[in-house]
């Protein structure tokens, strides 16, 4: 499974502190140590919410720079703004390995499929429209099919759509967490050249011991063969249980990453 | 899902030493700790291999008696012997849940169908026959048809079965994860009348931490809808998992066992 490291995300308040500080040692670090534990992409999302787009496209210049110095792997740029991404694309200098995202919207597509076309690069596609995230699997389903046409006449080829089915707290609608898994599996069916890709954490919004909820859905998740996961890498029960998952599934020949995890664990790192 | 504990199993080094000193505080309060974990049958083992039937029959005698005086649950009679198994039925007195274990051979159905009619209660059917475990979904599967065929002539209701598709070490054979899971859905495809059981700690055989591999698997499982597993309920890193996957499909209104079972894992007991 393809690992994106999803550390460096501005919503994260120490994460917004270090960049209004640009404090640039600790955001080389978070990004090489994301590397490290497994991540074979680093997301990048400069978003505060403030100051608007200018001010966002000059950090993320200066973040892409950054990330891209620490790290051998390529960058997940990661914006809602079009403008911001554009930037971003710009600023990794061929370093750039996948937008995140797209959603269902006309207006979105025409500004973001032309993106992936000029880098020929993946895009992460949210299974939502102008109206929000359906409530059902069908809803979503329908989210899809509009992005893979809009794909296919902006000439996007089907494998570089990941989609992602969108996981809701289970504390305010217990259904929420199979609403995703189905619709995992209905994307698998009914794209079967597209990709999938589950950004986790949202799903245990408002419950304790958040890491065993995100585990859960991590592995059933993994069992429907999800092809990328946005995790935090630097979590070593997440990690580990991830390489559970594929030592169990039989991707992890003689266990040797699983082997390699648990040792991380022990020691706190590499 | 229906936990069954497995504590209680004299190829456990510590149970076989209770058994030998009959240390029934220790054994009633291992039962009922189970029971008060979560557990709604509590496996009786007493098999170590040594003294024969008859020693062993004496011993289920005192042990079932033991167990059903300690618990409000019912049993899980649990030998690979037919005498030890009647005997713990009739020891059991109307308090017997469940027999554990049938396989796909003759002799063996022909002992151990006629004591489920008699009782009343569901037959843990492994698939397997004289042959041993087979390696792959195909091989097992005949298994379990050649149960379900015994189990009518027997006139056993297919819901009185309970298959259990086998686990063995990814350590030694990395696809077997993989090849049990694929027995599970197999079974549920073609038996959609019988139950089904997975007894897990096999799987993570020679692997360093190995209840994080167990919880994959048990993950993974309950995804596929098991109806029963096999495991330790004492063990709060299981439990709250198999708390967290019934939470992630919806299982679990207003996730309060969930969070319960977080609470029992800060306090170290209910």
Known sequence: ??????????????????????NEDFLRGLAADQEKAGASLIDVNVGTGQGGSSEEIRTIHWMAGLVRDAVQCNLCIDSADPAVLRAGLEASQGRAGMINSVKA????????????????????????????????????????????RGAEAAGVPAEHIYFDPLVMPVSTDISQGMVTLQTLRGIKDRFPGAKTVLALSNVSFGL???????????QMAMFLSVDAVIINPLDSAVMSSLRAAEAVMGRDRHCRRYARAIRNMQTGGE
């Open 1 to 22: 499974v393809i690992i994106i490291g999803e550390k460096i995300n501005a919503t994260i308040p120490a994460i917004r502190e270090a960049i209004a500080a640009r």
């Open 105 to 148: 919207t006309e207006k979105n597509m025409e500004e973001i499929f032309p993106l992936s076309v000029q880098y020929g690069i993946p895009v992460i596609a949210l299974a939502m429209d102008e109206k929000g995230i359906p409530k059902t699997e069908a809803g979503r389903l329908d989210a899809c099919e509009k992005i893979i």
């Open 208 to 218: 304790p011991r958040r890491s065993l909820i995100n585990i859960a859905m991590l």
